[in-house]
């Protein structure tokens, strides 16, 4: 069922994108030849104007085919060269490529915004529009090798109740601070922690503190947050929603440039990318906490197929924008054999880094 999901979300993405090309080739009066719902071999077919729209058998998104854009494969008849991409001037048509990108940015913001219309997981003073609801205390993450992961505590876990021997807490006075507090006052002793993890029964663990994880201070090895549902009016949604999204885009760029530049100087890590088996796998993780959850992953995967097609590498709209950005440069267009040389070989390598992330994400679950 997970891949069955994923598979619509990224049919959903891609098709997004390629509307965002569709659209706004048709408003600078660029001819488009066809728009496809998945990829060939065609099932049905129909021609409205100028236009065919196609449905295909490959569930894997979708394509389109604007007229011009391949100037090596089109041979363009002098009458056809205002409605061709390739003839129209270089603003136009960086306005064309940039289009999949932004509508996949609009998209990410307007479906981070029904999340927090009908109620979202949020951080304690994360919104700077509402306060959550219903607050918990969730461990979001367990250091190697500490007390905590002896003791068997897992990222994701709910705190519901705390004992030091001196101080209890539970329901309001359970928080962040709270609960370091009465580490420290625990003067070594063991802690009570009882805890809560997915639709299982609550579950009692005795942790000892150490001073050895952080100097000078007593410490069991997690990080905490305090979450809960954060729910807002419309316009409110539409405002966080736009925070939110910022945030993501920025983070995931920071994250991306940082990857980049690893794989560059040959110190890359694999386990911090998903390939698609990877993140069917997430996908259905998110599905089985909630509607909510599975906003926030077709968020933050639409943030990320934005970013990634900005890269200026072969294949990518970004590559495509770094040519037309040289060709404004030179005043000429690039000859149509190193543009076709070359997107073949940056496609060739995108094939060959995917078949490598997926080997490693079948790897991973065996």
């Not at 509307?19 to 990829?39: N, P, Q, S, T």
């Not at 306060?131 to 250091?143: F, G, R, Y």
């Not at 097609?309 to 000429?332: H, K, M, S, Y």
Request: aromatic content about 10%; overall charge neutral.
């Amino acid at each position: 069922m997970s891949i069955i999901i994923f598979l619509i979300i990224l049919a959903i993405l891609v098709l997004v994108h390629e509307f965002g090309h569709f659209i706004v080739a048709k408003m600078c009066g660029i001819r488009v030849d066809e728009f496809g719902l998945g990829f060939p071999p065609r099932i049905f077919s129909v021609k409205l104007g100028e236009t065919r729209y196609t449905l295909n058998l490959i569930p894997f998104g979708g394509f389109v085919k604007i007229f011009g854009e391949n100037s090596h494969v089109e041979s363009l008849s002098e009458a056809d060269k205002s409605r061709s991409f390739i003839h129209k001037n270089r603003f136009i048509q960086a306005m064309v490529l940039v289009a999949g990108v932004a509508f996949n940015m609009i998209f990410a913001w307007l479906v981070i915004s029904l999340g927090f219309s009908i109620g979202l997981p949020s951080s304690a003073g994360y919104s700077e529009y509402g306060q959550i609801t219903n607050p918990h205390l969730i461990v979001t993450e367990v250091l190697g090798g500490s007390p905590a992961e002896e003791s068997g505590l897992l990222a994701g876990d709910l705190i519901v109740f705390a004992n030091s021997g001196k101080t209890s807490l539970q329901n309001e006075s359970l928080n962040p601070q709270s609960f370091k507090n009465l580490i420290t006052e625990s003067a070594g002793r063991n802690i009570q922690v009882l805890y809560k993890r997915g639709d299982n029964p609550p579950a009692t663990i005795f942790i000892a503190p150490t001073a050895d994880m952080v100097f000078g201070s007593r410490s069991i090895g997690v990080a905490l947050d305090e979450m809960g549902i954060l729910k807002l009016p419309p316009h409110l949604a539409l405002l966080e929603g736009a925070r939110t999204t910022y945030l993501l885009t920025k983070g995931t760029a920071i994250s991306l440039g940082i990857f980049l530049w690893n794989t560059i100087m040959l110190k890359s890590d694999l386990s911090q990318v998903s390939g698609p088996i990877g993140i069917a796998k997430i996908v259905g993780e998110a599905t089985q906490l909630g509607f909510a959850y599975l906003l926030s992953l077709v968020t933050l995967i639409s943030v990320n197929l934005a970013i990634i097609n900005l890269v200026p590498f072969p294949a990518l709209d970004g590559g495509r924008l770094l040519f037309v950005g040289v060709e404004a440069i030179l005043r000429r267009s690039i000859s149509p054999n190193i543009v076709k040389w070359t997107n073949i070989l940056g496609f060739a390598c995108l094939i060959i880094l995917m078949l490598v992330v997926t080997g490693h994400d079948i790897f991973n679950l065996i």
